[in-house]
Structure formats: C-alpha cells, structure tokens
C-alpha cells in the first residue's frame, strides 16, 4: 500500500504546501482583481516579471526581501497599465490581459537576455531558506510538514488572513466588492470607482508578482525561460473554483498542490510503465475539472468583465 | 474631464488607421530598449527593415513566416467575431501537425493529389474536434473558454511530447523525439528552388478569401457576426446560438489545426515539439491588428512576419537579443487596443459637468 504511504510521509505535505505557495499567492491576486470586477489575465506574464524582477535585484545585490519588494512593485507597474486600459478606456478585458501577458513576458525576457547575453548555466542566488522555528518545527511529522517552509509561505498564509479580514471587515473592503457587483450604486455613494478599481488591479498584480518572485527566490535559485508554464492561468481556474473567497482559494491552492506532490510520487512508483507526459499533463486537467464542476453555479462577481462609465446607467 | 462619443457611420478608410498607427507605435516605442541594451537606434531600424525585405531571399523568408500567422489570424478572428475567445490555437496547431504526420508519413500510400487534400482534411477534423471540446464546455456547462483553451495548450504540447517519444518517434532519428518524415507525396512543393516559400501560403490565401466570403456573404457569416454582436438579441432573433457557436468552434479549430498541416508538409517535414515559436499565441494579435476582418489578417500577418524576420537579422548584426520581436508583437496590440478608441469615440476634453446623482439600478 504505497500510496497510504506517500500521505504519511511529512515530506509529501512539506511538498504540497511548496507547490500551493506560488497558487495562493497567484490565486489571491486574480481574486482581488476580480472582486473588483476586472479579469486579469496578465497574471501569467506578471508571475514571470516577479520571477524576474526578484531575482535580478537579488543578483544584483538587493537582499531578499528587496527582491520581494522590487518584485511587487514590478507587478503593481503592470497592473496599473492592465487598470488604465480596462477601467477608464473600457477595453476588452480579455484582450488587454492577453496584450498585458506578452508584453510583461517579452519585457522579463529581454532584459533577462540583455543583461546576461550568453550564459549557458543561469547564475544562481543564495535563495530563502526553510525557517527553524524553534519549538513547532520539532515536533514529529507536524514540524517537518507545515513549520520548516520558507519564509515566504508563511508571507502567503499571512495575506491569506490579511486579503480575507480587508475584504469582509473593513469599508475598503466592502468597496471593492461592491464596485465589483454593482459600480453605480459605489458612485451615488460618492466614493471613486475608477481608483478602487485601478487600485485593487495593482494590489492584485503586485501579489502575482510575489507569486513569480517565490519559484525564482524559496523554490528554486535561479531565473529560467518558460519556467512559469502555465501556473497563472491555472490560479484564474482556481479563483472561480474557490467562488471568489480567500479562505476556498487557500483551500483549492493547498488542494492542487497535494494532487501535483502526489503525482509526482506516484511517477517515481511507476514511472516505468506510464509516460512522465501523463502526470505531466495532470495539472492543467485537474484545473480544467474544477473550472467545470462549479462553472454552471458560480456566483461571478456582477459587473465583472463590464466597464463603467460615469453617469451612463 | 474626458468624454467618449461614440461615432456613428465610421468610413473604412478612417477604420484603417488603428492597425497603422499602432505598428509604427510599437516599432517607435521598440527604440527605447533597443538604445537600454546599447544597440545603434537608427542602424537597428535599418537592420529591420533591410533584413525583412532586402532581397528575393528574405522576402521569401518573410512570406512562409506569415503562412502560419494567415492561419492562425483568421481561426482567431472568426471565433473572435462571435465572442467565442480561442485562445487555444497553439495547441489545434499542433494537432493539425500530429494528424498530418500520423498520416502523411507511410501510414496510407497514395499519389499527391489524394495526399494532400487528405492531411489537410485530417489536420483540419483534429484541429476542429479540439476546439470542439472547449465548445461544448461552454454551451453545456458554462466553463469559461478562455481558461479551458489556455490550460489546453499545455496538454497538447505534452501530448505531443509523448508521442514524439514513444509510439510516433522516428526509428531512424538519431534519438531526436521527432516524428517520421513525410512521403514525398505528403508534401507540399516549394514554390521556387532553394527558397522556403512554400504552396501553404497559396492554401492560406484561399482560405482567407473563403472566410472573407463566408462572413460577408453566408447565412453563417451573419449568424456568427449577430452572435457575437449579442448573444441574447441574437437568441430572441431565432438565430441558434449554441449551434453557431459549435460552428465557429470547428471553423475556428479546424484554421489553426491547418497552419500546422502546413508548417510539418510545407517546411519541417517532420514533426518536432517545437515546431511553432507561439504562432497560436501571436495570431490573436494578428487577429486585432486586423481588426478581426480576413483581408486585414493577411496584411497583418505581413507585418508582425516582417518584425520577426527583420528583428532576427537585425539581431544577429548588432547583438540586441532577437526577444525585442516578441516585444514589438506585444506592444501592437496594446496599442491597436488603444487606438481602437480613436475609431469608436470622439474624444472631448470638457469640464466636468454635475452629473446626476445614480438612483436606478440598487441593487
């Protein structure tokens, strides 16, 4: 019985908690965008300026948290154009993510390329390190599972807690909802539609970012071409699955990244027999299945995907 | 205060401006990380444009670059056209490819007449039936199309990987994870020695015209254009909107699924994995940059070719990396987004005026 093996051993939780890390943060991000009632499908391109951003500083001699910190901001830079463009101008949607996508890939690229013309190995940094803390990290299975992460997934949890008590206990957090379900009545209220919208986008994005910056900073060392492969659009299947709430998304992200730890265990098994392809490709189904099982009673934000004009309605 | 007007009866010459100004936009704006990676600004124009359309050789270059972008274009802007978004192109191409090599590679022998019309018809069924279920995902249950098309590009490619590796490699590959090469009479001709311009970009062009004749002068072509205008208006019109969407689903696959027949039959000869450099991706920005019209796709595949082209060149002279095409690519469709608005509003500058205050629509 290998497989009740595998979800025994505090390795593969310590694992499923990794791989949700960049999810939550991504997850969250596209959440409070759309809570606002904008789709950001720039996420996948600014996940790879965060990974960027935040490992050049760090090569660069920024310190961690500086990386973190330039990656955010890299993220809200983009956000800001993505709000710019489908806020105020009204754009489509859809589009503009799209254009926000290769613009912020092709941009992370370039400089990438420019500032390292011919390397064959990429250079690497002294990334973050899983955290000691002293009592809750030694004790048995529950220590090596949840408390030796790095510091970066306890940052995830944290704003897990921090989006979740400003969306429902604040009145910003109330505004943004509220922009995102029905922008008149925000406006008769007095209050700016075009700013909480704009503003939530860059909050978004600038989680994206961290998001990016994570796999380059705590899971990996080092910055390399396609390395997002698609987890952007996988946390824009996992904010409808997770019905637009915080506390689901933590839920969904920690969900997929058991699935993905789990399959790739279960590859080392019987990796002889089934091709890697196969566990590859399961990621992107298991996002397309959740996207499916609640497509038919999401409860979509309402003006979602609607521009807003003053004084039109 | 800004205001936007919307303008009635736009003529189709002022329409045809977004396009133009948002490339030489993108093409100015690429200036400013060509100087940032210390390249020769003007010297690096010159690169481009010399290295796109300076001679027979790179003309012919620049042509069997945009065979792929026609078709990638036109499955674009007709899904586009009625509101269905596929973003999945690069993943129909590469069915079309596996269905054309699965075919075309000794499987069935026959002369090149039933040959070719056989893998396009095979690339053009794979292409379609993967559209098809995104499609029905979504006039089923719902699912957002452009997640389910994006997430499927992923699976593809992995797909193809696989059976690259295991039951279609090439034998006689050296190891490569490569297909079996095409019989002879599964390819398609070039069109002059020692040239890579090939009769894809022939098949491309029809195909463009068959949809230009299709949306303006089909039944379909209204349907789909109503359907796009407004789904609900559309449906109390009597006009069958999941039909039509499963329609453009297949028209719109079935495009894509063709630009891969005709990149493995026209110029690889075999299958790789990385047979397209993101030409599903890039089509949607031929797609706006041609304003979702046929005709404009053909045109703009030109142009986003002749970057890409030019850009590898220029790359190659002056050392600046050859990502600043992607980057161009990028910026023409922010821009034609942008200046869309130019087209569809009047814009005035005015002070603001009290507006009154909101009642209808509490909620």
Redo the contacts between chains.
């Keep these: 019985m290998e497989y009740i093996d595998i979800l025994l051993s505090a390795n593969f939780w310590a694992a499923a908690i990794r791989i949700a890390t960049p999810l939550i943060f991504g997850v969250l991000g596209a959440l409070v965008c759309e809570r606002a009632g904008v789709l950001n499908l720039g996420i996948e391109g600014i996940f790879v300026v965060g990974a960027m951003c935040g490992w050049m500083a760090v090569w660069l001699g920024a310190g961690l948290w500086g990386g973190v910190l330039i990656a955010a901001l890299a993220g809200a830079f983009f956000g800001l154009l993505h709000g710019i463009l489908t806020v105020p101008l009204g754009l489509s949607q859809h589009v503009s993510g799209l254009g926000i996508t290769m613009f912020a890939t092709s941009v992370s690229y370039f400089a990438y390329r420019t500032a390292l013309p011919d390397v064959s190995s990429p250079p690497r940094i002294e990334a973050f390190q899983p955290l000691d803390i002293p009592v809750l990290s030694e004790l048995p299975f529950i220590g090596p599972a949840l408390f030796q992460q790095t510091p970066m997934t306890f940052l995830a949890l944290a704003l897990v807690l921090l989006v979740s008590y400003m969306l429902y206990r604040t009145p910003l957090g109330l505004a943004i909802r509220a922009v995102g379900d029905n922008p008149s009545a925000v406006e008769a209220q007095g209050l700016p539609v075009f700013a909480l919208r704009i503003g939530a986008i860059m909050a978004g994005s600038a989680l994206m970012a961290l998001g990016g910056a994570f796999l380059t900073m705590s899971a990996f060392d080092a910055f390399f071409f396609g390395m997002i492969n698609g987890r952007g659009w996988i946390c824009i299947a996992l904010v409808v699955f997770a019905s637009w709430r915080p506390g689901k998304a933590l839920l969904g992200a920690l969900l997929f990244g058991a699935f993905d730890a789990f399959q790739i265990r279960l590859q080392n098994e019987v990796g002889a027999v089934i091709p890697s392809q196969v566990f590859l490709m399961i990621p992107y189904l298991l996002s397309i299945v959740a996207l499916v099982l609640v497509a038919r009673k999401a409860d979509y934000p309402r003006a979602l995907l609607q521009p807003y004009f003053r004084g039109q309605r | 205060m ?1 205001r ?1 007007e919307p303008r009635s009866n736009v003529s189709s010459l002022f329409s045809l401006a977004p396009p133009v100004i948002a490339g030489i936009t993108a093409l100015v704006l690429a200036a400013i ?1 060509i100087a ?2 210390g390249g020769e600004v003007f010297a690096a124009y010159g690169h481009i444009f010399k290295g796109a359309f300076g001679s027979k050789f790179v003309l012919s270059e620049l042509l069997a670059r945009a065979t792929p972008l026609i078709f990638t274009g036109l499955a674009v802007s007709v899904a586009f056209r009625a509101r269905l ?1 596929n ?1 999945g192109a690069e993943g129909q191409l590469y069915v079309g490819a596996l269905a054309a090599v699965a075919i075309g590679s000794g499987a069935v022998s026959a002369p090149a007449y039933i040959m070719i019309p056989l893998i396009i018809l095979a690339g053009m069924i794979a292409g379609g039936t993967l559209m098809l279920v995104p499609t029905l ?1 979504k006039t089923r ?4 199309e ?3 098309t ?6 593809v490619l ?2 193809v ?2 059976m690259l ?2 039951p279609m490699k090439d034998p006689m590959g050296m190891g490569w994870p490569q297909s079996e090469p095409l019989t002879r009479a599964a390819t398609l001709p070039r069109m002059f020695a020692r040239m890579r311009i090939h009769w894809g970009l022939v098949i491309a062009l029809v195909s463009a015209l068959i949809i230009y004749i299709m949306m303006k002068r089909s039944v379909w072509g209204f349907e789909i254009r109503a359907t796009g205008e407004n789904v609900s208006a559309a449906k109390h019109a009597g006009i069958p909107v999941t039909s039509t969407f499963i329609k453009v689903g297949l028209i719109s696959g079935g495009l894509a699924g063709l630009a891969g027949v005709s990149e493995v039959a026209g110029l690889k000869g075999y299958l790789t994995a990385d047979i397209s450099p993101g030409f599903g ?1 890039t089509g ?2 031929v797609a ?1 940059l041609a304003g979702l019209s046929p005709v404009g796709v053909v045109v703009a595949s030109i142009f986003i070719a002749a970057v890409f082209v030019g850009a590898d060149s220029m790359s190659r002279a002056m ?3 050859s ?2 095409a ?2 161009v ?3 023409s ?2 821009c034609v ?2 200046s ?2 130019f087209v569809r509003f009047k814009i005035r500058f005015a002070r603001p005026k009290k ?9």
Excluded: C, H, R
């Excluded at chain 2, 249950?141 to 957002?144: R, T, V």
């Excluded at chain 2, 994006?150 to 699976?155: C, E």
């Design positions: 800004i936007f990380p940032a990676a978004w973003i995902l249950l719902g699912a957002d452009v997640v389910t994006l997430l499927l590009n992923f699976v992995l797909f990987q696989m590796e295991g991706y949607v920005v706006m050392g600046v990396s990502y600043i992607d980057l690519v990028a910026l469709l922010i987004l942008v869309s608005l507006t009154p205050p909101v009642v209808k629509g509490e909620a």
